[in-house]
């Protein structure tokens, strides 16, 4: 699949509009509203600059983390995307093969196929089950109990949708396809919910996706939650959050070190993972980037695209002066104006247009 | 004089650029933040004029590193600049003869330091990325000291060669990269490197590429007699800061101790003036260099030296100033950018704003 070979993120975000049709361009692309959040998101990142230190001998530079125990060879992450099998024709197991090939951990979603089972069986590396909440409580149990049974080396709770956001780039036909009425079980979510799947799943890390404050990070810290991932859904939830990047240090803060720190929304650079690693996230996840590498190359042009990533954040870190990410230190960034307009592939100051719609 | 303002010069120099030179001369690094954030600095500081102050005579020469200098601007080194123009280089120093400046040659452009030395009069900069160990080292700086180099620039803020994209998506490589040789020693550079390099050199040393007051110090302390204040021009470290916007800790951190440089999208007098306000000794311009040497060669050069010398002289004259030493930060002003930032934004009448 030679297609799938692209030398910049550029070219592999040019060959996924070629490939997908309107509909899921604009599901990928979008967010809700006004779309400000997902501005913010690349506003934010945009608002940093960092403070290269020189002459330290960085020939070797190691990139690698891991993921509750899990090598990751570099600190990005798979997040979970609802109905990723419309970029790729083997959705989850595309995501999976992917990061089984390269080295990362993917989050499965609930409303994706193939199955938690299939995807499961398909590989041996410990991967992640998002959960979105489509019943009682006697369905979450059962859901749960599939999951720990299928292996599953943590359970990802997302907590940012108790309503659908108005995607507006969305026709009303492919709007009206996604408020399917066991939506609703979504509004009932409450740290009851969390601590019925913690019963479940017993010493399993649990991860609260979707936390925007500090206030809400120490509660799930006291729940006893062990991971913390930041996240406005990439911006397409609640519109007019701030953007994401700007809400580690308070909730690193609040985990004063008693679980990890996550981060997704906007992120698409080697420089932008760089950027939250120094701000204290352990490690990073990728959304629209995933998509755009599976439609334009499917597993290969993930893989590919996590190379690309890869380069990227060798290359800052080299720059920047560090060896290892445990060199990285609040000291090599500071607050800077933007220089672009922010928007979702403000990061592509190349391409045609400057924005493919 | 063929060109009245520096606009026609980028005109002129992009209908003569082969695309994929051109991708090479105007890009930065990935998203290109670090190259927009040069201009954005320049374009956030302000200038707060004096009035009646006689300035009918206005004094803009200067010394740098002890030679005298015509105005506070110095020719950065630039390589592969003979894909701009064959000879490139010895049109550099040419130029910089003829207009009394000083220049750095690039130790990866074409002809060799020996060829540009021949003729060569003028007190000018060997600039070298360090691409092998003692006996390379040897061997090149023996040849640079013969041939009569003045100094030494050592570039450290290519530790690891940037993606630059615009040339990536063009599917062409610059012969800088093309050549990876010894790539690993400019990985592995460290202030030991630069203590051999300065006990087998034994002159001045310019410390090109730095960020950070804390580099400036240890630099200093290693017996740099230059802290030259860079980002590559946006070309290495992608959101890296302005290199304006760090100026004023960096020659703060030094006190006098060394010479500050600094390059990084300065293309008008203007930008000059407030560099040196802020207490930079000389300014480097790079892609401006290049635009001019596309458009004309060493005529073209001259062309363009001479509209940079025009506007620093206009820019005292109105600032109230005849001579640099009475420029200070008093005359400077935060200030909000009034045009979004890149390559081009310094010319607003460039046609669609931006020649890409």
């Known amino acids: 699949m030679s297609d799938a070979i692209f030398e910049t993120t550029h070219d592999m975000i040019m060959m996924a509009r070629r490939n997908l049709d309107q509909d899921n361009w604009d599901y990928i692309c979008g967010a809700a509203e006004s779309e400000t959040s997902l501005r913010r998101n690349r506003m934010a990142l945009d608002c940093l600059a960092f403070r290269p230190r020189i002459c330290r001998d960085v020939s070797e530079i190691d990139t690698e983390t891991d993921f509750f125990g899990h090598k990751l060879r570099i600190p990005v992450l798979l997040a979970p995307m609802g109905g990723i099998e419309r970029f790729s024709a083997n959705g989850g197991i595309d995501v999976d093969n992917a990061a089984e090939e390269f080295g990362s951990v993917n989050f499965l979603s609930t409303v994706c196929q193939p199955s938690l089972e299939e995807v499961a069986d398909n590989s041996p590396h410990p991967k992640s089950f998002q959960i979105y909440v489509r019943g009682d409580d006697d369905w979450i149990k059962d859901l749960v109990r599939r999951v720990v049974k299928a292996n599953y080396a943590s359970v990802t709770l997302t907590v940012d949708s108790a309503f659908y956001g108005n995607r507006e780039r969305l026709n009303p036909a492919q709007l009206a396809l996604r408020r399917v009425a066991a939506r609703e079980w979504q509004k009932k979510i409450t740290w009851e919910t969390v601590k019925l799947i913690q019963d479940e799943i017993g010493d399993i890390p649990l991860i609260l996706k979707g936390i925007m404050t500090a206030e809400d990070t120490a509660l799930a810290v006291e729940h006893g939650v062990q991971g913390i991932y930041i996240s406005n859904h990439g911006g397409r939830q609640l519109d007019h959050v701030l953007g994401n990047i700007q809400m580690l240090p308070e909730v690193v803060e609040a985990v004063d070190g008693k679980a990890q720190v996550f981060i997704d929304g906007g992120f698409t650079r080697g420089t932008d993972i760089v950027k939250a690693l120094i701000l204290g996230a352990k490690a990073v996840g990728i959304g629209r980037l995933q998509a755009y590498a599976l439609g334009a190359g499917g597993a290969e042009g993930l893989v590919r695209c996590l190379e690309l990533l890869e380069r990227e954040i060798n290359t800052t870190m080299g720059l920047i002066g560090v060896t290892s990410l445990d060199e990285l230190s609040s000291a090599s960034v500071t607050e800077a104006m933007p220089v672009t307009l922010p928007h979702e592939h403000s990061a592509f100051p190349h391409l045609p247009g400057g924005k493919v719609g | ?356």
Not at chain 2, 164 to 182: K, Y
Request: proline share 4%; with cysteine.
């Open chain 2, 1 to 356: 004089m063929e060109f009245k303002t520096n606009h026609e010069i980028i005109r002129r120099a992009r209908r003569n650029a082969r695309g994929p030179v051109w991708d090479y001369l105007a890009g930065g690094s990935e998203s290109e933040t670090a190259m927009r954030r040069n201009r954005f600095g320049l374009d956030s500081i302000a200038l707060k004029p004096r009035v009646l102050r006689d300035v009918s005579e206005i004094d803009y020469a200067t010394t740098v590193m002890g030679h005298k200098s015509r105005m506070p601007v110095f020719l950065a080194p630039m390589a592969s600049l003979q894909l701009v123009t064959p000879a490139a280089a010895q049109a550099v120093d040419d130029a910089a003869e003829e207009f009394r400046i000083l220049n750095m040659l690039s130790g990866r452009s074409r002809p060799s330091l020996e060829e540009i030395a021949m003729n060569s009069l003028h007190p000018k900069v060997y600039q070298m990325y360090v691409r092998g160990g003692r006996d390379w080292l040897e061997e090149l700086l023996g040849r640079v000291k013969q041939n009569n180099y003045d100094a030494l620039a050592v570039t450290v803020d290519a530790a690891v060669y940037s993606n630059r994209e615009r040339q990536m998506l063009a599917g062409w490589t610059p012969p800088t990269r093309t050549n990876s040789a010894g790539r690993e020693f400019l990985a592995g550079l460290s202030w030991d490197t630069w203590d051999e390099i300065r006990q087998i050199w034994g002159g001045p040393m310019i410390l090109k590429g730095v960020s950070r007051p804390e580099d400036a110090e240890i630099g200093v302390q290693h017996g740099a007699s230059v802290i030259y204040v860079s980002n590559h021009g946006g070309r290495q470290l992608d959101h890296d800061r302005a290199t304006i916007q760090v100026l004023p800790d960096i020659v703060a951190a030094v006190d006098g101790r060394a010479e500050v440089f600094i390059d990084g999208g300065f293309m008008r007098g203007t930008d000059v003036i407030k560099a040196v306000a802020l207490g930079a000794q000389a300014v480097g311009i790079g892609k401006l260099q290049a635009f001019a040497l596309c458009a004309g060669g060493l005529s073209g050069l001259i062309n363009c030296l001479t509209i940079l010398e025009d506007e620093i002289r206009i820019g005292m004259g109105l600032l109230g100033v005849s001579s640099l030493d009475q420029l200070n930060p008093s005359y400077l002003a935060k200030g909000r950018a009034v045009n979004p930032a890149h390559e081009m934004s310094a010319f607003p009448h460039i046609p669609g704003g931006r020649l890409t």
